[in-house]
């Protein structure tokens, strides 16, 4: 039937407009106000009618595409498809991620969304076994798995000194606060990942930002900061480091590692992408497994709401000292979600996922580097994140206000900073829900503000 009268119900004023309008249409089919097979307005009639330019009336038909609520027929217009589904959860959740994190690119091959569906379907048949408590730091299948998969970035690892966590941030932070409870401070990077200033605040433990080059901190500013600060941890997220995608070299990695041995300075090594790079250099871990608790999330290799973390800690430290402080900070990781990581990396699935992301990043990134200038950005192969120098004449928060409703999430230098002055620069996040055209009409954005300064 031709519907003419409808027209989107825009409450969701935090959305950018494209987003409102699909999840306009997607409320409207869970109320039944929109049918199987309705045809709706054309953009041109619905832009005239709601006062809105027809760009913005196209992106939300086509982001209701995506999300499988309509269908695009050629010379005929735009249908409300005959198999959506009155609830459409995906529709009701997409536009709830959190943009100021650094996320992968959805996975978009259909294929592997059904197996990835499947594989989360038979896990249910795990009910009610996944709703029980499990020992913090898990079971054995469950670290068998993380096992596995830290071979992938060529750790061994044995189950005592593995653990099973909800996520870095409860990892890095049940690490520190064992390693500090007798006194001490914590060195990172001048610009590294804002989320240390939580946890730090979190265990009222202060941090000192050091002297950084692009291949990382400066071992001379760690000794500095060993004697005057009494330094006891070094937190490192070394592999494209984020914000900056930089990725430490050896050579730097063991200079580090001389000076922690000296002046006996523990390492926490967050190697949230790690598994992303085809020929990282070996994780600290590798280098100093005396020193080193190494933190590997499956945030950016497979998916941030598993909400998984295999934490690895030094042979002479005993588990049941870190094991405590997790229990404290997390009780234990999901077991409804570690099962399903267990088993996705147990199928093979794990590696598809992966692959995907390492897939959907290279096309991103070439997007972005064919139209913006390589002088302005830094990015790395694999990186779905980008650091870019934004003209000071423009400002970052103006970049920022103008990218505002694109589906590239942009974040200012400001939170990654420590003890320096901002530069006028920004994080790119290439990931999260939008496909690949939304990210080319970001970029040609984008693109296009460079160009008008
Ligand atoms: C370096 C780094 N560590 C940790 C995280 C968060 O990891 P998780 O979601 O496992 O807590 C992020 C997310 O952006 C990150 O960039």
């Known amino acids: 039937m031709r519907r003419n009268d409808?027209?989107?119900?825009?409450?969701?004023?935090?959305?950018?407009?494209?987003?409102?309008?699909?999840?306009?249409?997607?409320?409207?089919?869970?109320?039944?106000k929109l049918h199987a097979g309705d045809h709706l307005p054309t953009q041109r009639a619905l832009a005239k009618k709601i006062g809105m330019d027809v760009t913005t009336i196209a992106r939300g038909y086509t982001e209701a595409a995506r999300l499988g609520l309509v269908e695009a027929r050629v010379?005929?217009?735009?249908?409300?498809?005959?198999?959506?589904?009155?609830?459409?959860?995906?529709?009701?959740?997409?536009?709830?991620?959190?943009?100021?994190?650094?996320?992968?690119?959805?996975?978009?091959?259909?294929?592997?969304?059904?197996?990835?569906?499947a594989s989360v379907t038979s896990v249910a048949e795990l009910l009610p076994q996944?709703?029980?408590?499990?020992p913090t730091g898990g079971v054995d299948r469950d670290k068998a798995a993380g096992a596995d998969w830290l071979s992938r970035r060529s750790i061994m690892t044995d189950h005592h000194t593995l653990h099973v966590t909800a996520g870095a941030h409860a990892a890095v932070s049940a690490v520190l606060s064992t390693l500090l409870i007798h006194g001490g401070s914590i060195a990172c990077e001048s610009v590294t990942y804002p989320g240390i200033r939580g946890i730090a605040k979190n265990i009222g433990k202060s941090l000192h930002g050091l002297p950084?080059?692009?291949?990382?901190?400066?071992?001379?500013?760690?000794?500095?900061?060993?004697?005057?600060?009494?330094?006891r941890v070094l937190y490192q997220n070394p592999t494209l480091r984020n914000p900056t995608t930089e990725t430490v070299p050896l050579n730097r990695r063991i200079e580090i590692v001389e000076v922690a041995r000296k002046h006996g300075i523990m390492i926490v090594e967050d190697d949230a992408y790690g598994?992303?790079?085809?020929?990282?250099?070996?994780?600290?871990?590798?280098?100093?497994?005396?020193?080193?608790?190494?933190?590997?999330?499956?945030?950016?290799?497979?998916?941030?709401?598993?909400r998984l973390a295999y934490?690895?800690?030094?042979?002479?430290?005993?588990?049941?000292?870190?094991?405590?402080?997790?229990?404290?900070?997390?009780?234990?990781?999901?077991?409804?979600?570690?099962?399903?990581?267990?088993?996705?990396?147990?199928t093979g699935l794990a590696d598809a996922i992966?692959?995907?992301?390492?897939?959907?990043?290279?096309?991103?990134?070439?997007?972005?580097?064919?139209?913006?200038?390589?002088?302005?950005?830094?990015?790395?192969?694999?990186?779905?994140?980008?650091?870019?120098?934004?003209?000071?004449s423009l400002g970052r928060q103006r970049v920022m206000d103008l990218m505002r409703g694109y589906s590239l999430a942009t974040v200012?230098?400001?939170?990654?900073?420590?003890?320096?002055?901002?530069?006028e620069a920004l994080r790119l996040c290439l990931g999260g829900p939008g496909t690949l055209d939304q990210t080319r009409l970001a970029i040609d954005a984008l693109a296009s503000v460079f160009s008008h300064c």
């Open 6 to 32: 409808w027209t989107p119900n825009l409450i969701y004023g935090e959305l950018p407009l494209f987003e409102a309008i699909a999840q306009a249409i997607a409320d409207d089919i869970a109320d039944g």
């Open 212 to 231: 950084t080059d692009s291949d990382g901190v400066l071992p001379s500013a760690l000794e500095d900061a060993a004697v005057k600060h009494h330094v």
């Open 75 to 117: 010379g005929s217009g735009t249908f409300v498809k005959v198999n959506s589904t009155s609830s459409q959860p995906a529709a009701q959740r997409a536009d709830l991620a959190d943009r100021s994190m650094n996320q992968p690119p959805d996975v978009q091959d259909p294929e592997l969304l059904s197996r990835m569906r």
């Open 130 to 134: 996944v709703l029980r408590y499990l």
């Open 275 to 306: 598994v992303l790079p085809v020929n990282p250099p070996p994780a600290l871990a590798m280098l100093a497994p005396e020193l080193t608790f190494y933190v590997a999330s499956l945030a950016k290799s497979l998916g941030p709401a598993l």
């Open 311 to 346: 934490l690895l800690t030094p042979k002479a430290v005993e588990p049941t000292e870190v094991s405590e402080s997790l229990r404290a900070v997390s009780v234990m990781a999901s077991p409804l979600t570690t099962a399903i990581a267990t088993r996705w990396i147990e």
């Open 412 to 423: 200012a230098s400001d939170p990654f900073c420590f003890g320096i002055k901002p530069p």
């Open 354 to 392: 992966l692959a995907s992301i390492r897939s959907e990043t290279r096309s991103r990134r070439k997007q972005l580097t064919d139209a913006i200038d390589s002088s302005e950005i830094t990015t790395a192969e694999f990186c779905f994140h980008a650091w870019v120098k934004v003209p000071p």
